[in-house]
């Protein structure tokens, strides 16, 4: 499914860079959402926005600082990293932000913190 | 709280046999249920998803679950397993409280192998 993109798909970084990792949607929803994946755990929630506001921040450090410009693209932009902030981070999109409506996943950026 | 369990974490099946996925759930009414599944390198694609009516849901590529109330449960079954069912599946809940958030609570997923 083509329907979610995101950008880069693989992405090396040192603790000390700052990077950003894009999320485009082509789907024609108004809420979208930032998760990590990490081996051996659940999906977790980072962040949701819906219209562009941000709804939900699931206690996520602050050196992730999501931008959501318009409804189509998110943006996750990455500073001071730890080694534990490798994962795989996938974003997804829903129609809206109401809890029946199916969420449609990006592909995901393997980030890797040297 | 709400949690999702998956208690197998690797199942191994034969192709053309049958598979049930096991996915249990904790919460006080009855929840929103989906099922997805996710392919080497790629991001979770929805196969089902149960809101309320027959508890009996049919999805994409051949699957189906089945929600019981009386044991918390919504498995996934397929009758007959292909190779290119190999990936890792994710039972998720989402709560049903008439709001509009969606937070989805995903188990930790079960991997399935499938041998020729």
């Known amino acids: 499914e083509t329907g979610v993109t995101q950008t880069p798909r693989h992405l090396v970084m040192g603790m000390t860079n700052k990077k950003s990792l894009k999320c485009e949607q082509h789907?024609?929803?108004?809420?979208m959402y930032w998760y990590k994946q990490s081996a051996k755990k659940p999906l977790e929630l980072m962040f949701v926005?819906?219209?562009?506001?941000?709804?939900e921040n699931n206690s996520v450090p602050s050196r992730f600082s999501p931008e959501c410009p318009n409804s189509s693209h998110l943006f996750l932009h990455l500073h001071t990293l730890q080694p534990e902030d490798s994962a795989l981070y996938l974003c997804?999109?829903?129609?809206?932000?109401?809890?029946?409506?199916?969420?449609?996943f990006g592909d995901g950026t393997r980030l890797s913190i040297l | 709280a709400q949690s999702v369990t998956q208690p197998d974490i690797h199942i191994t099946v034969s192709e053309g046999a049958s598979l049930e996925l096991r996915c249990n759930y904790s919460?006080?009414?009855?929840?929103?249920l989906f099922w997805y599944v996710q392919s080497p390198g790629q991001g979770l694609q929805l196969l089902l998803k149960?809101?309320?009516?027959?508890?009996l849901v049919q999805g994409i590529k051949g699957f189906e679950a089945e929600f019981k109330r009386s044991q918390s449960s919504f498995n996934l079954r397929k009758p007959s397993v292909h190779w290119s069912d190999a990936a890792e599946y994710f039972c998720?809940?989402?709560?049903?409280?008439?709001?509009?958030?969606?937070?989805?609570?995903f188990g930790t997923g079960t991997l399935l192998a499938v041998q020729p």
């Open positions: 997804a999109s829903s129609q809206g932000a109401g809890e029946n409506q199916p969420q449609h």
């Open positions: 926005y819906n219209f562009k506001e941000q709804t």
């Open positions: 149960y809101f309320s009516g027959d508890t």
């Open positions: 919460y006080g009414a009855t929840p929103y």
């Open positions: 998720a809940v989402g709560p049903n409280y008439g709001g509009a958030t969606n937070k989805l609570i």
């Open positions: 789907l024609g929803h108004n809420a």
